[in-house]
């Protein structure tokens, strides 16, 4: 079993910055897609970035538009989100989750952490 943990998540005004981590407990996750996703009150999980096991390819939602970067690090077992240009709707907790093909369907993964919260002010 692998659990997952996230960790950077915290308050920054609009136009701010934050970088998100995420490292697994009790395995390495190489050989995984590692995605995020984020939730905001009322709404559904809702996928942001996801890395392929090698980080040779990388998908982000629509909404993204160029302002979170998505990488991995395999050789010291972290995946990071930096966003840029946060806005207000940015405000969510984040999720980090690990699976075997790049879904942008939360259902499908099979490991996830317990989510870091991120909340962007104007």
């Known amino acids: 079993q692998m659990r997952l943990v996230e960790s950077g998540g915290g308050g920054v005004q609009v136009g701010g910055s934050l970088r998100l981590s995420c490292s697994p407990s009790?395995?390495?996750?190489?050989?995984?897609?590692v995605a995020w996703f984020r939730q905001a009150p009322g709404k559904e999980r809702e996928f942001v970035a996801a890395a392929s096991a090698r980080a040779s390819t990388k998908h982000y939602g629509d909404f993204v538009k160029g302002r979170f970067a998505i990488s991995r690090d395999n050789a010291n077992n972290t995946v990071t989100l930096q966003m840029n240009s946060l806005k207000p709707e940015d405000t969510a907790v984040y999720y980090c989750?690990?699976?075997?093909?790049?879904?942008?369907?939360?259902?499908?993964?099979?490991?996830w952490g317990r989510g870091t919260q991120v909340t962007v002010s104007s």
């Open positions: 989750a690990a699976g075997r093909v790049v879904y942008t369907n939360p259902n499908l993964y099979d490991y």
């Open positions: 009790g395995r390495t996750f190489t050989d995984y897609v």
